[in-house]
């Protein structure tokens, strides 16, 4: 699928914060459940486990800035191994408003601006 997604199409919020409307489909993309977060509060339609960065990456990465270049590029290229995954999410995209839901407290440095970054830059 080669179609463009509007940047309005995929968006991303900390599990933390509350649900809402204009979220659309929310998909959790971490490997482990956020901390202190009941199921029902985080109204998810997907928790997509195949899209979080592997265990020995997160761990590598450990949220340090000073990674976070690296860190996009492993997992890119861990995210190009589940291309069918990455592919299927963005036709998703394409139908409806998504939301990327994360735990991480960065709301800078996390996997879903990666995750989101290659939804709508990258042509599946």
């Known amino acids: 699928m080669t179609q463009k997604l509007a940047a309005k199409q995929v968006r991303i919020k900390r599990a933390y914060e509350p649900a809402a409307k204009e979220d659309g489909a929310r998909i959790l993309i971490d490997r482990l ?62 139908n409806e408003v998504i939301c990327l839901v994360y735990g991480a407290r960065d709301e800078e440095h996390n996997n879903a601006v990666v995750v989101r970054d290659v939804l709508l830059h990258s042509a599946g």
């Open 33 to 94: 459940w956020p901390r202190g977060v009941k199921k029902e509060e985080l109204q998810l339609s997907e928790w997509n486990r195949q899209l979080a960065p592997s265990t020995e990456l997160r761990k590598w990465f450990n949220h340090d800035p000073e990674r976070w270049d690296e860190f996009q590029q492993r997992y890119k290229s861990e995210l190009a191994e589940h291309a069918d995954t990455v592919d299927a999410l963005r036709e998703r995209a394409g």
